[in-house]
């Protein structure tokens, strides 16, 4: 009884959080133990059902690691079927048919969408948060096993407020030479946020969390901000709650980046801070993210995908299809389909353990495909 009960709580560790947090199996002396899961969640009927998942390629790389996925979700024969639509980062608008797509099948698959730096259209990107009221964006930077990094144990979830702030997109030319820009912060934006993170960290064990700022300088936005993080914290008095100013924190994400777990940001800030956790913990090819709301949801990759436009990559097929992957992986238990998700987050964490196909910025030469095929390969 011991025995099954000890392999058992095993597979109920939360698979959000790095292996590198928890005593190997054969550190414990169980390495001869089936790690196979035997206890889950019961189904209601129907839930098996295939699900509609819009899917938008992107510009540059985007197609090429969109389609990485599809071909794994094919070999895997996971529940899910995509309906594609094209959408590219120099259109002025996203067109009405992928907004009505995505609320009718509340989950969209996306790849990386240029943006023009300076003047001409706006962000995609902030089009679709904003039409969808995405308030939520979630990076999860973590250490994968059989990678070396600079700095262990890094297992840090970025929660950054997604509608308003500084990429309200509130700006104007006052007089020729002079352009005012607007930061908007309410109470109604950053409660919801607060609660998110903190329901976040209720649900996946998470310890602490830390509301990241600028109140010092910024005293009625960042102080509005930590006035509401301030409320909610004493709701979960399991959790523990700090505060940081901003430039503090990304001088200890570089220098002690272990002692962060979940941190809840304004926009601007949390862009900024999840990028460097992402660089701190192996790079922006293999995090995994998505934005959230109360109906709907996207699945992109993490950090920053500054490498949608690197044609090099592009033309030699050698773009990192990880983050992507992982990020579906996190669709797939948003979608309720939790085996698929371990399968497929298994697979890849072997791939990447073993170290004979990784892409260039993982320190291999591996294209896109020979990725995927080593990944389809370790599916169980």
Known sequence: MARRTLSILLQLLPSSRSSSSYPSIACLGLSGLDSKRT??????????????????????????????????????????YFERYEVHGDMTKVPQEVIDSIRKNKVCLKG?????????????????????????????CFNLPG???????VDI??????????????????????????KVI???????IAKYAFEYAYLNDRKKVTAVHKANIMKLADGLFLESCR??????????????????CCMQLVSKPEQFDVMVTPNLYG??????????????????????????????????????????????????PVALLLSSAMMLRHLQFPSFADRLETAVKRVISE???????????STTQEVVDAVIANLD
Do not use: W
Request: proline content about 6%; glycine content about 14%; some cysteine.
């Open 112 to 140: 990386g969408l240029a943006t023009p730096v300076g003047g001409g259209v706006s962000s995609l990107n902030m089009q679709l948060r904003k039409e969808l009221d995405l308030y939520a964006s979630l990076v999860n």
């Open 355 to 365: 170290g004979k196909y990784r892409t260039k910025d993982l320190g291999g030469d």
């Open 271 to 320: 862009n900024l801070v999840a990028n460097t956790a992402a660089g701190i913990a192996g790079g922006t090819g293999f995090m995994p993210g998505g934005n959230v709301g109360a109906d709907h949801a996207i699945f992109e990759q993490g950090a920053s995908a500054g490498n949608v436009g690197n044609e090099k990559l592009l033309e030699q097929k050698k773009a990192n």
């Open 231 to 248: 409320e909610v914290a004493t709701k979960y008095p399991g959790i523990k709650y700090n505060e940081i100013i901003v430039d503090n």
């Open 147 to 153: 990678l070396p990094t600079r700095h262990e144990n």
């Open 157 to 182: 979830v970025v929660i950054r407020e997604n509608t308003e702030g500084e990429y309200s997109g509130l700006e104007h030319e006052v007089v020729p030479g002079v352009v005012e820009s607007l």
């Open 186 to 192: 309410t109470k109604f934006c950053s409660e919801r």
């Open 39 to 80: 206890v889950t969640y019961m189904p209601r009927p129907g839930d098996g059902a295939p699900r509609a998942v819009t899917l938008i390629p992107g510009d540059g790389i985007g197609p090429l690691v969109t389609g990485a996925v599809e071909q794994v979700m094919e070999a895997m024969h996971a529940p899910v």
